[in-house]
């Protein structure tokens, strides 16, 4: 009889304590919070020509994207094309809005190392960038190419992109990511439709 009330009373105290110790409850795993959206600044293809190849222009679009979480007042993109490509840098623009909010486009050529060309192109807002379409770049194709060269599938000329960014502060932003581009020597695929079709 002494035994089920010592068993009885053990019961009523781990019950007791169980209630009353908060360390006895199990908490629920909590999720990870979510990754800041990060800069990114991407380059645009140049599409294939159909007219040709010799000494064309080429236009590659810069974007800027996913700056809700930080904003970005400056970037410094370092592009690089080997220069036996057939290809060179001629000119780079900013978009008509941005020009007239105040931002600024400096735009330099070095030599790489392995007779790479270096185009560092360097955008400053007087606030924060825009998400979007930011500036302009334009490259001359400035080799002649026959089709038995490039043929008229994908023959791309990679423009490897990469971008330092900071604040409107001046500092440095931790996480920022870019893509590359390409200049597509290609010839355009001649595409064949039924007359009566289009018509």
């Not at 222009?57 to 700056?67: H, W």
């Not at 036996?84 to 020009?99: C, H, K, N, V, Y």
């Not at 423009?159 to 330092?164: F, T």
Request: proline share 7%.
């Amino acid at each position: 009889m002494s035994q089920k009330r010592s068993f009885s009373c053990l019961a009523l105290v781990l019950a007791f304590l169980m209630v009353q110790a908060p360390w006895f409850t199990f908490s629920q795993p909590q999720e990870a919070p979510p990754l800041e959206e990060s800069p990114q600044v991407l380059l645009g293809r140049d599409s294939p020509n159909l007219g040709g190849n010799t000494f064309r222009d080429a236009f590659i679009a810069m974007t800027l994207s996913d700056v809700s979480a930080v904003g970005v007042g400056k970037i410094v993109n370092e592009i690089s094309f080997p220069s036996t490509g057939g290809i060179a840098f001629d000119r780079a623009e900013l978009t008509p809005d941005l020009e007239a909010s105040g931002a600024t486009l400096e735009a330099n050529i070095d030599e790489g190392p392995e007779g790479a060309q270096i185009v560092r192109i360097t955008i400053s807002a007087t606030g924060t960038l825009p998400a979007g379409i930011i500036a302009n770049l334009v490259f001359k194709v400035v080799k002649e190419f026959t089709f038995e060269e490039v043929g008229n599938e994908e023959h791309l000329i990679p423009l490897d992109n990469s971008v330092v960014a900071f604040t409107p502060a001046g500092e440095e932003i931790a996480r920022v990511s870019s893509e590359p581009g390409g200049v597509d020597l290609a010839y355009a695929p001649v595409v064949f439709a039924c007359f009566f079709y289009m018509h």
